[in-house]
């Protein structure tokens, strides 16, 4: 990782994560354990942890009490883990590797590594239900609300459908801005809006955090787009050039403004957290970190 | 649908499950239009309705507003109709057919079937969060909590997983008491559980829901696995005698002894109704239905 992310606070998500993954103990049926065994191998695998950083640094803007965004950012975390296993599949985009490791249904197989995201899935609403991660109850449930939203038909799984016919040919005239918006955009603006969330914030400073989130989620996806025609399999960590049949930003706008509209994009992201009077270089930091990454 | 079940419920119940479903408008992308379609295909293709039947009338018992208890049990009958269409995915049960017309990944395809899964248990919980489900968030979030225990991996999701290992012989020394109730039994618990929460039941009236559900869902089950000895594929509108691998009540108890099990625990699970002084003949109903059904 890049020192744009705070190492205490990767420390610390890592901690949350494996302490509320399911435990793999030997008291309980062996498919119990099979299901939490596939949970935390596709969970604990060392992913950017860009989301519950997202999640982190938005609340810390408002002093929310770090065991707070910890929780809210684990299972925004549990969620684009599901997304993952689910995606690698062979009937969606059948890739083998994942993060440098045999994806989810190679090391298992695929009943396991559907009930595995099931579980990830159902696990995230849980975390956010119990009122260890915010006292008020009205708070966990607008953040459910935002998260299930971002997940949803008319978010992330919405995006992969139209990502699905569009690698078949068969989604109509593409708009791919709106495709990453829903396939990864949703789920980065849920990111720091459950720490807007869970800090309070009024409407112009959610406002100003799905601001940032959106430009961040757009430039990710363009530098993830540039990634995918220069860098080796070993970097990357799963297969790449996989995209090439499909439309990318790199296609639309060729390579060089590609890169220019990440960047100021980015400059964008940067300049919608100037609302905010707290310290918020943690998020400035992950914004431009967006442009230098390698993988 | 036998007389048992209250038709006004039942239509009622339909009504809103068409209506908290994502409608399949042209005015939205195709891939979203696609898993839209496969969510009501699936959520809108008769099934008994047993879980919200049992949410509505366990929440008549404290009175509570007819609109609250459908949006919670229409919530538990989106989580058991995506956990119907992953389990006939070829990976796990691979069946073809489910009442009585092809199954979602027949109708569409693999990809579309795990998707439109993954959507209906996510919006289960927004639908939960909402506050017209409950205008006191802390009771949302109790009945989110709950529903998310009983369909993850120490619960529903668990359950599968052991009943597929248990298939492939993998599953070591097999408590069947203890799969089914993990299987089924956890989300009929449940459905009688958000009645309760949304009615503010006491820890008594609580325990009381709970001892009826438990003992409902091992009749349930027990009943199903005698059906499946002796219902024709039309009846049950799925493949029958495909359960003949795997250990069922049935074959530990024998016919008969079995056909008495289930007879006694409907008599207790209509006893533990008695702390109620509301009407619960709606409830005594459906258990004894438990016995007389066909599919």
Known sequence: MTAAFNKAVLDEIEKT???????????????????????????????????????????DLFGVPRDRSLRAGAAVEFIHCYSLIHDDLPAMDDSDLRRGRPSSHKQFDEATAILAGDALLTDAFEVLADETTHPDGAVRTRMIAALAHAAGQKGMVGGQMMDILADKGEGGSLDIALLQSLKTGAMIRASCELGGYLGGASEDQMTALRDYASRLGLAFQITDDLLDLTSSEEEAGKPVGQDHGKLTFVDLLGEKPARAKAESLVEEAIDALSIFKADSRALQAIARFILSRSH
Chains 1, 2 share one sequence.
């Open 17 to 59: 994560l494996a302490a509320l993954l399911p435990d793999e103990g030997l008291d309980q049926p062996k498919g119990l354990r099979r299901v939490a065994r596939a949970m935390r191998y596709s969970a604990l695998a060392g992913g950017k942890r860009l989301r519950p950083c997202l999640t982190v640094h938005s609340a």
